[in-house]
């Protein structure tokens, strides 16, 4: 078994994904990202599978592959997420449905995945995604504020749950960055988001990278259940 | 992938994970082997451990991933997790399904 540390990364075809599977690589890990289309750029320590996080029979060989090809995984990035923006009014149920699925359960499904082959090596990162949406109460993303609180929750449950395998679990809340998830937001809405932050500008990938970086780090073993917004939120 | 195969499997998986957790028994292990619950072997962290390396044992003999999750885990009464034997049936009983559908 190689020494290189294998990070799992989801939803790594564009925008945040993308940044943080080129930060790792170029940081000297064996990146696996995953998304429902080929992906967008190739290296030769990056792999690529094509996988809907909420397919659970996709997800399952997904792991599959990553146990017979590396043996091995050191940190989940749980990055895979969609937004929709409208009034709780106007939203369909299957909108509802589709936020909570790709969110909520593609976060499970990876995460338990994930743990069941940590566990054996008892050490793994696993690092979740929210956003400020959620302590910001925003209105007009009613199902992904709930699907991302619900990512919260089971963070802090599953965190206690797999303290005891030498794996730790925290998220991450960004402030809007410009990537295709917010491209379609009204630049006053923007504007006014990034009036309730403490640093008033829009996040970067980088602020991501740093908060990502300092969850992976093995000196954070004590460091589960946490999550830490950006922008001073 | 048989009954008899599959308690075979479960009982050497069994063995791995007590040697790991450094429980000593003196019991010869059987499908009558309690498991979890009133006189088990195995504490709750302990079965969540042979579980999965049932799961992973299954897949790679046999070639094929079945699921042993299950609601009824922390049952007393109706727990798939209660002896090797209530395990090895449960998990011929997934397969069997997984077969049906596919």
């Known amino acids: 078994m190689s020494t290189q540390p294998v990070t799992l990364i989801t939803g790594t075809r564009k925008g945040i994904g993308l940044f943080l599977a080129q930060h790792y690589v170029a940081a000297g890990h064996r990146v696996v990202g995953c998304s429902r289309q080929a992906g967008s750029w190739h290296h030769e320590n990056y792999t690529h599978i094509e996988a809907d996080v909420c397919d659970e029979t996709q997800v399952k060989a997904l792991f599959g592959q990553l146990r017979r090809d590396f043996g091995r995984l050191d940190h989940l990035l749980n990055n895979a997420g969609i937004a929709s923006m409208n009034h709780s009014l106007l939203t369909p149920y299957a909108t509802v449905r589709r936020v909570m699925d790709t969110n909520l359960g593609g976060t499970f499904l990876f995460s338990r995945e994930a743990a069941k082959m940590m566990q054996k090596r008892q050490f793994g990162r696993i690092v979740n995604f929210t956003t400020v949406a959620v302590p910001l109460k925003l209105e007009g993303e009613a199902a992904y504020v709930a699907s991302k609180a619900a990512v919260q929750a089971l963070t802090q449950v599953m965190a206690r749950e797999l303290a005891k395998f030498g794996i730790t679990m925290n998220a991450i809340g960004p402030v809007p960055i410009e990537t295709d998830l917010i491209r379609a937001v009204p630049a006053d809405k923007i504007a006014g988001l990034v009036e309730r932050q403490a640093i008033k500008r829009l996040g970067t990938c980088e602020d991501v990278a740093n908060v990502c970086d300092f969850f992976l780090q093995p000196q954070s073993n004590f460091v589960t259940g946490q999550v830490v917004f950006l922008g001073g939120v | ?102």
Do not use: W
């Open chain 2, 1 to 102: 992938m048989n009954l008899a195969e599959l308690t075979q499997l479960i009982i050497d998986t069994t063995r791995s994970v007590l040697e790991e957790q450094a429980v000593e028994t003196d019991e010869v292990l059987s499908a009558d082997t309690r498991l979890f619950g009133d006189q088990g072997l195995l504490d709750s962290l302990a079965l969540v451990s042979l579980v999965i390396a049932v799961e992973q044992g299954i897949e790679e003999q046999f070639g094929v991933s079945i699921e042993l999750a299950d609601d009824k885990a922390l049952s007393q009464k109706n727990s798939p997790y209660r002896s090797i034997g209530t395990l090895a049936a449960y998990a011929t009983e997934q397969f069997e399904a997984k077969r049906r559908a596919s």
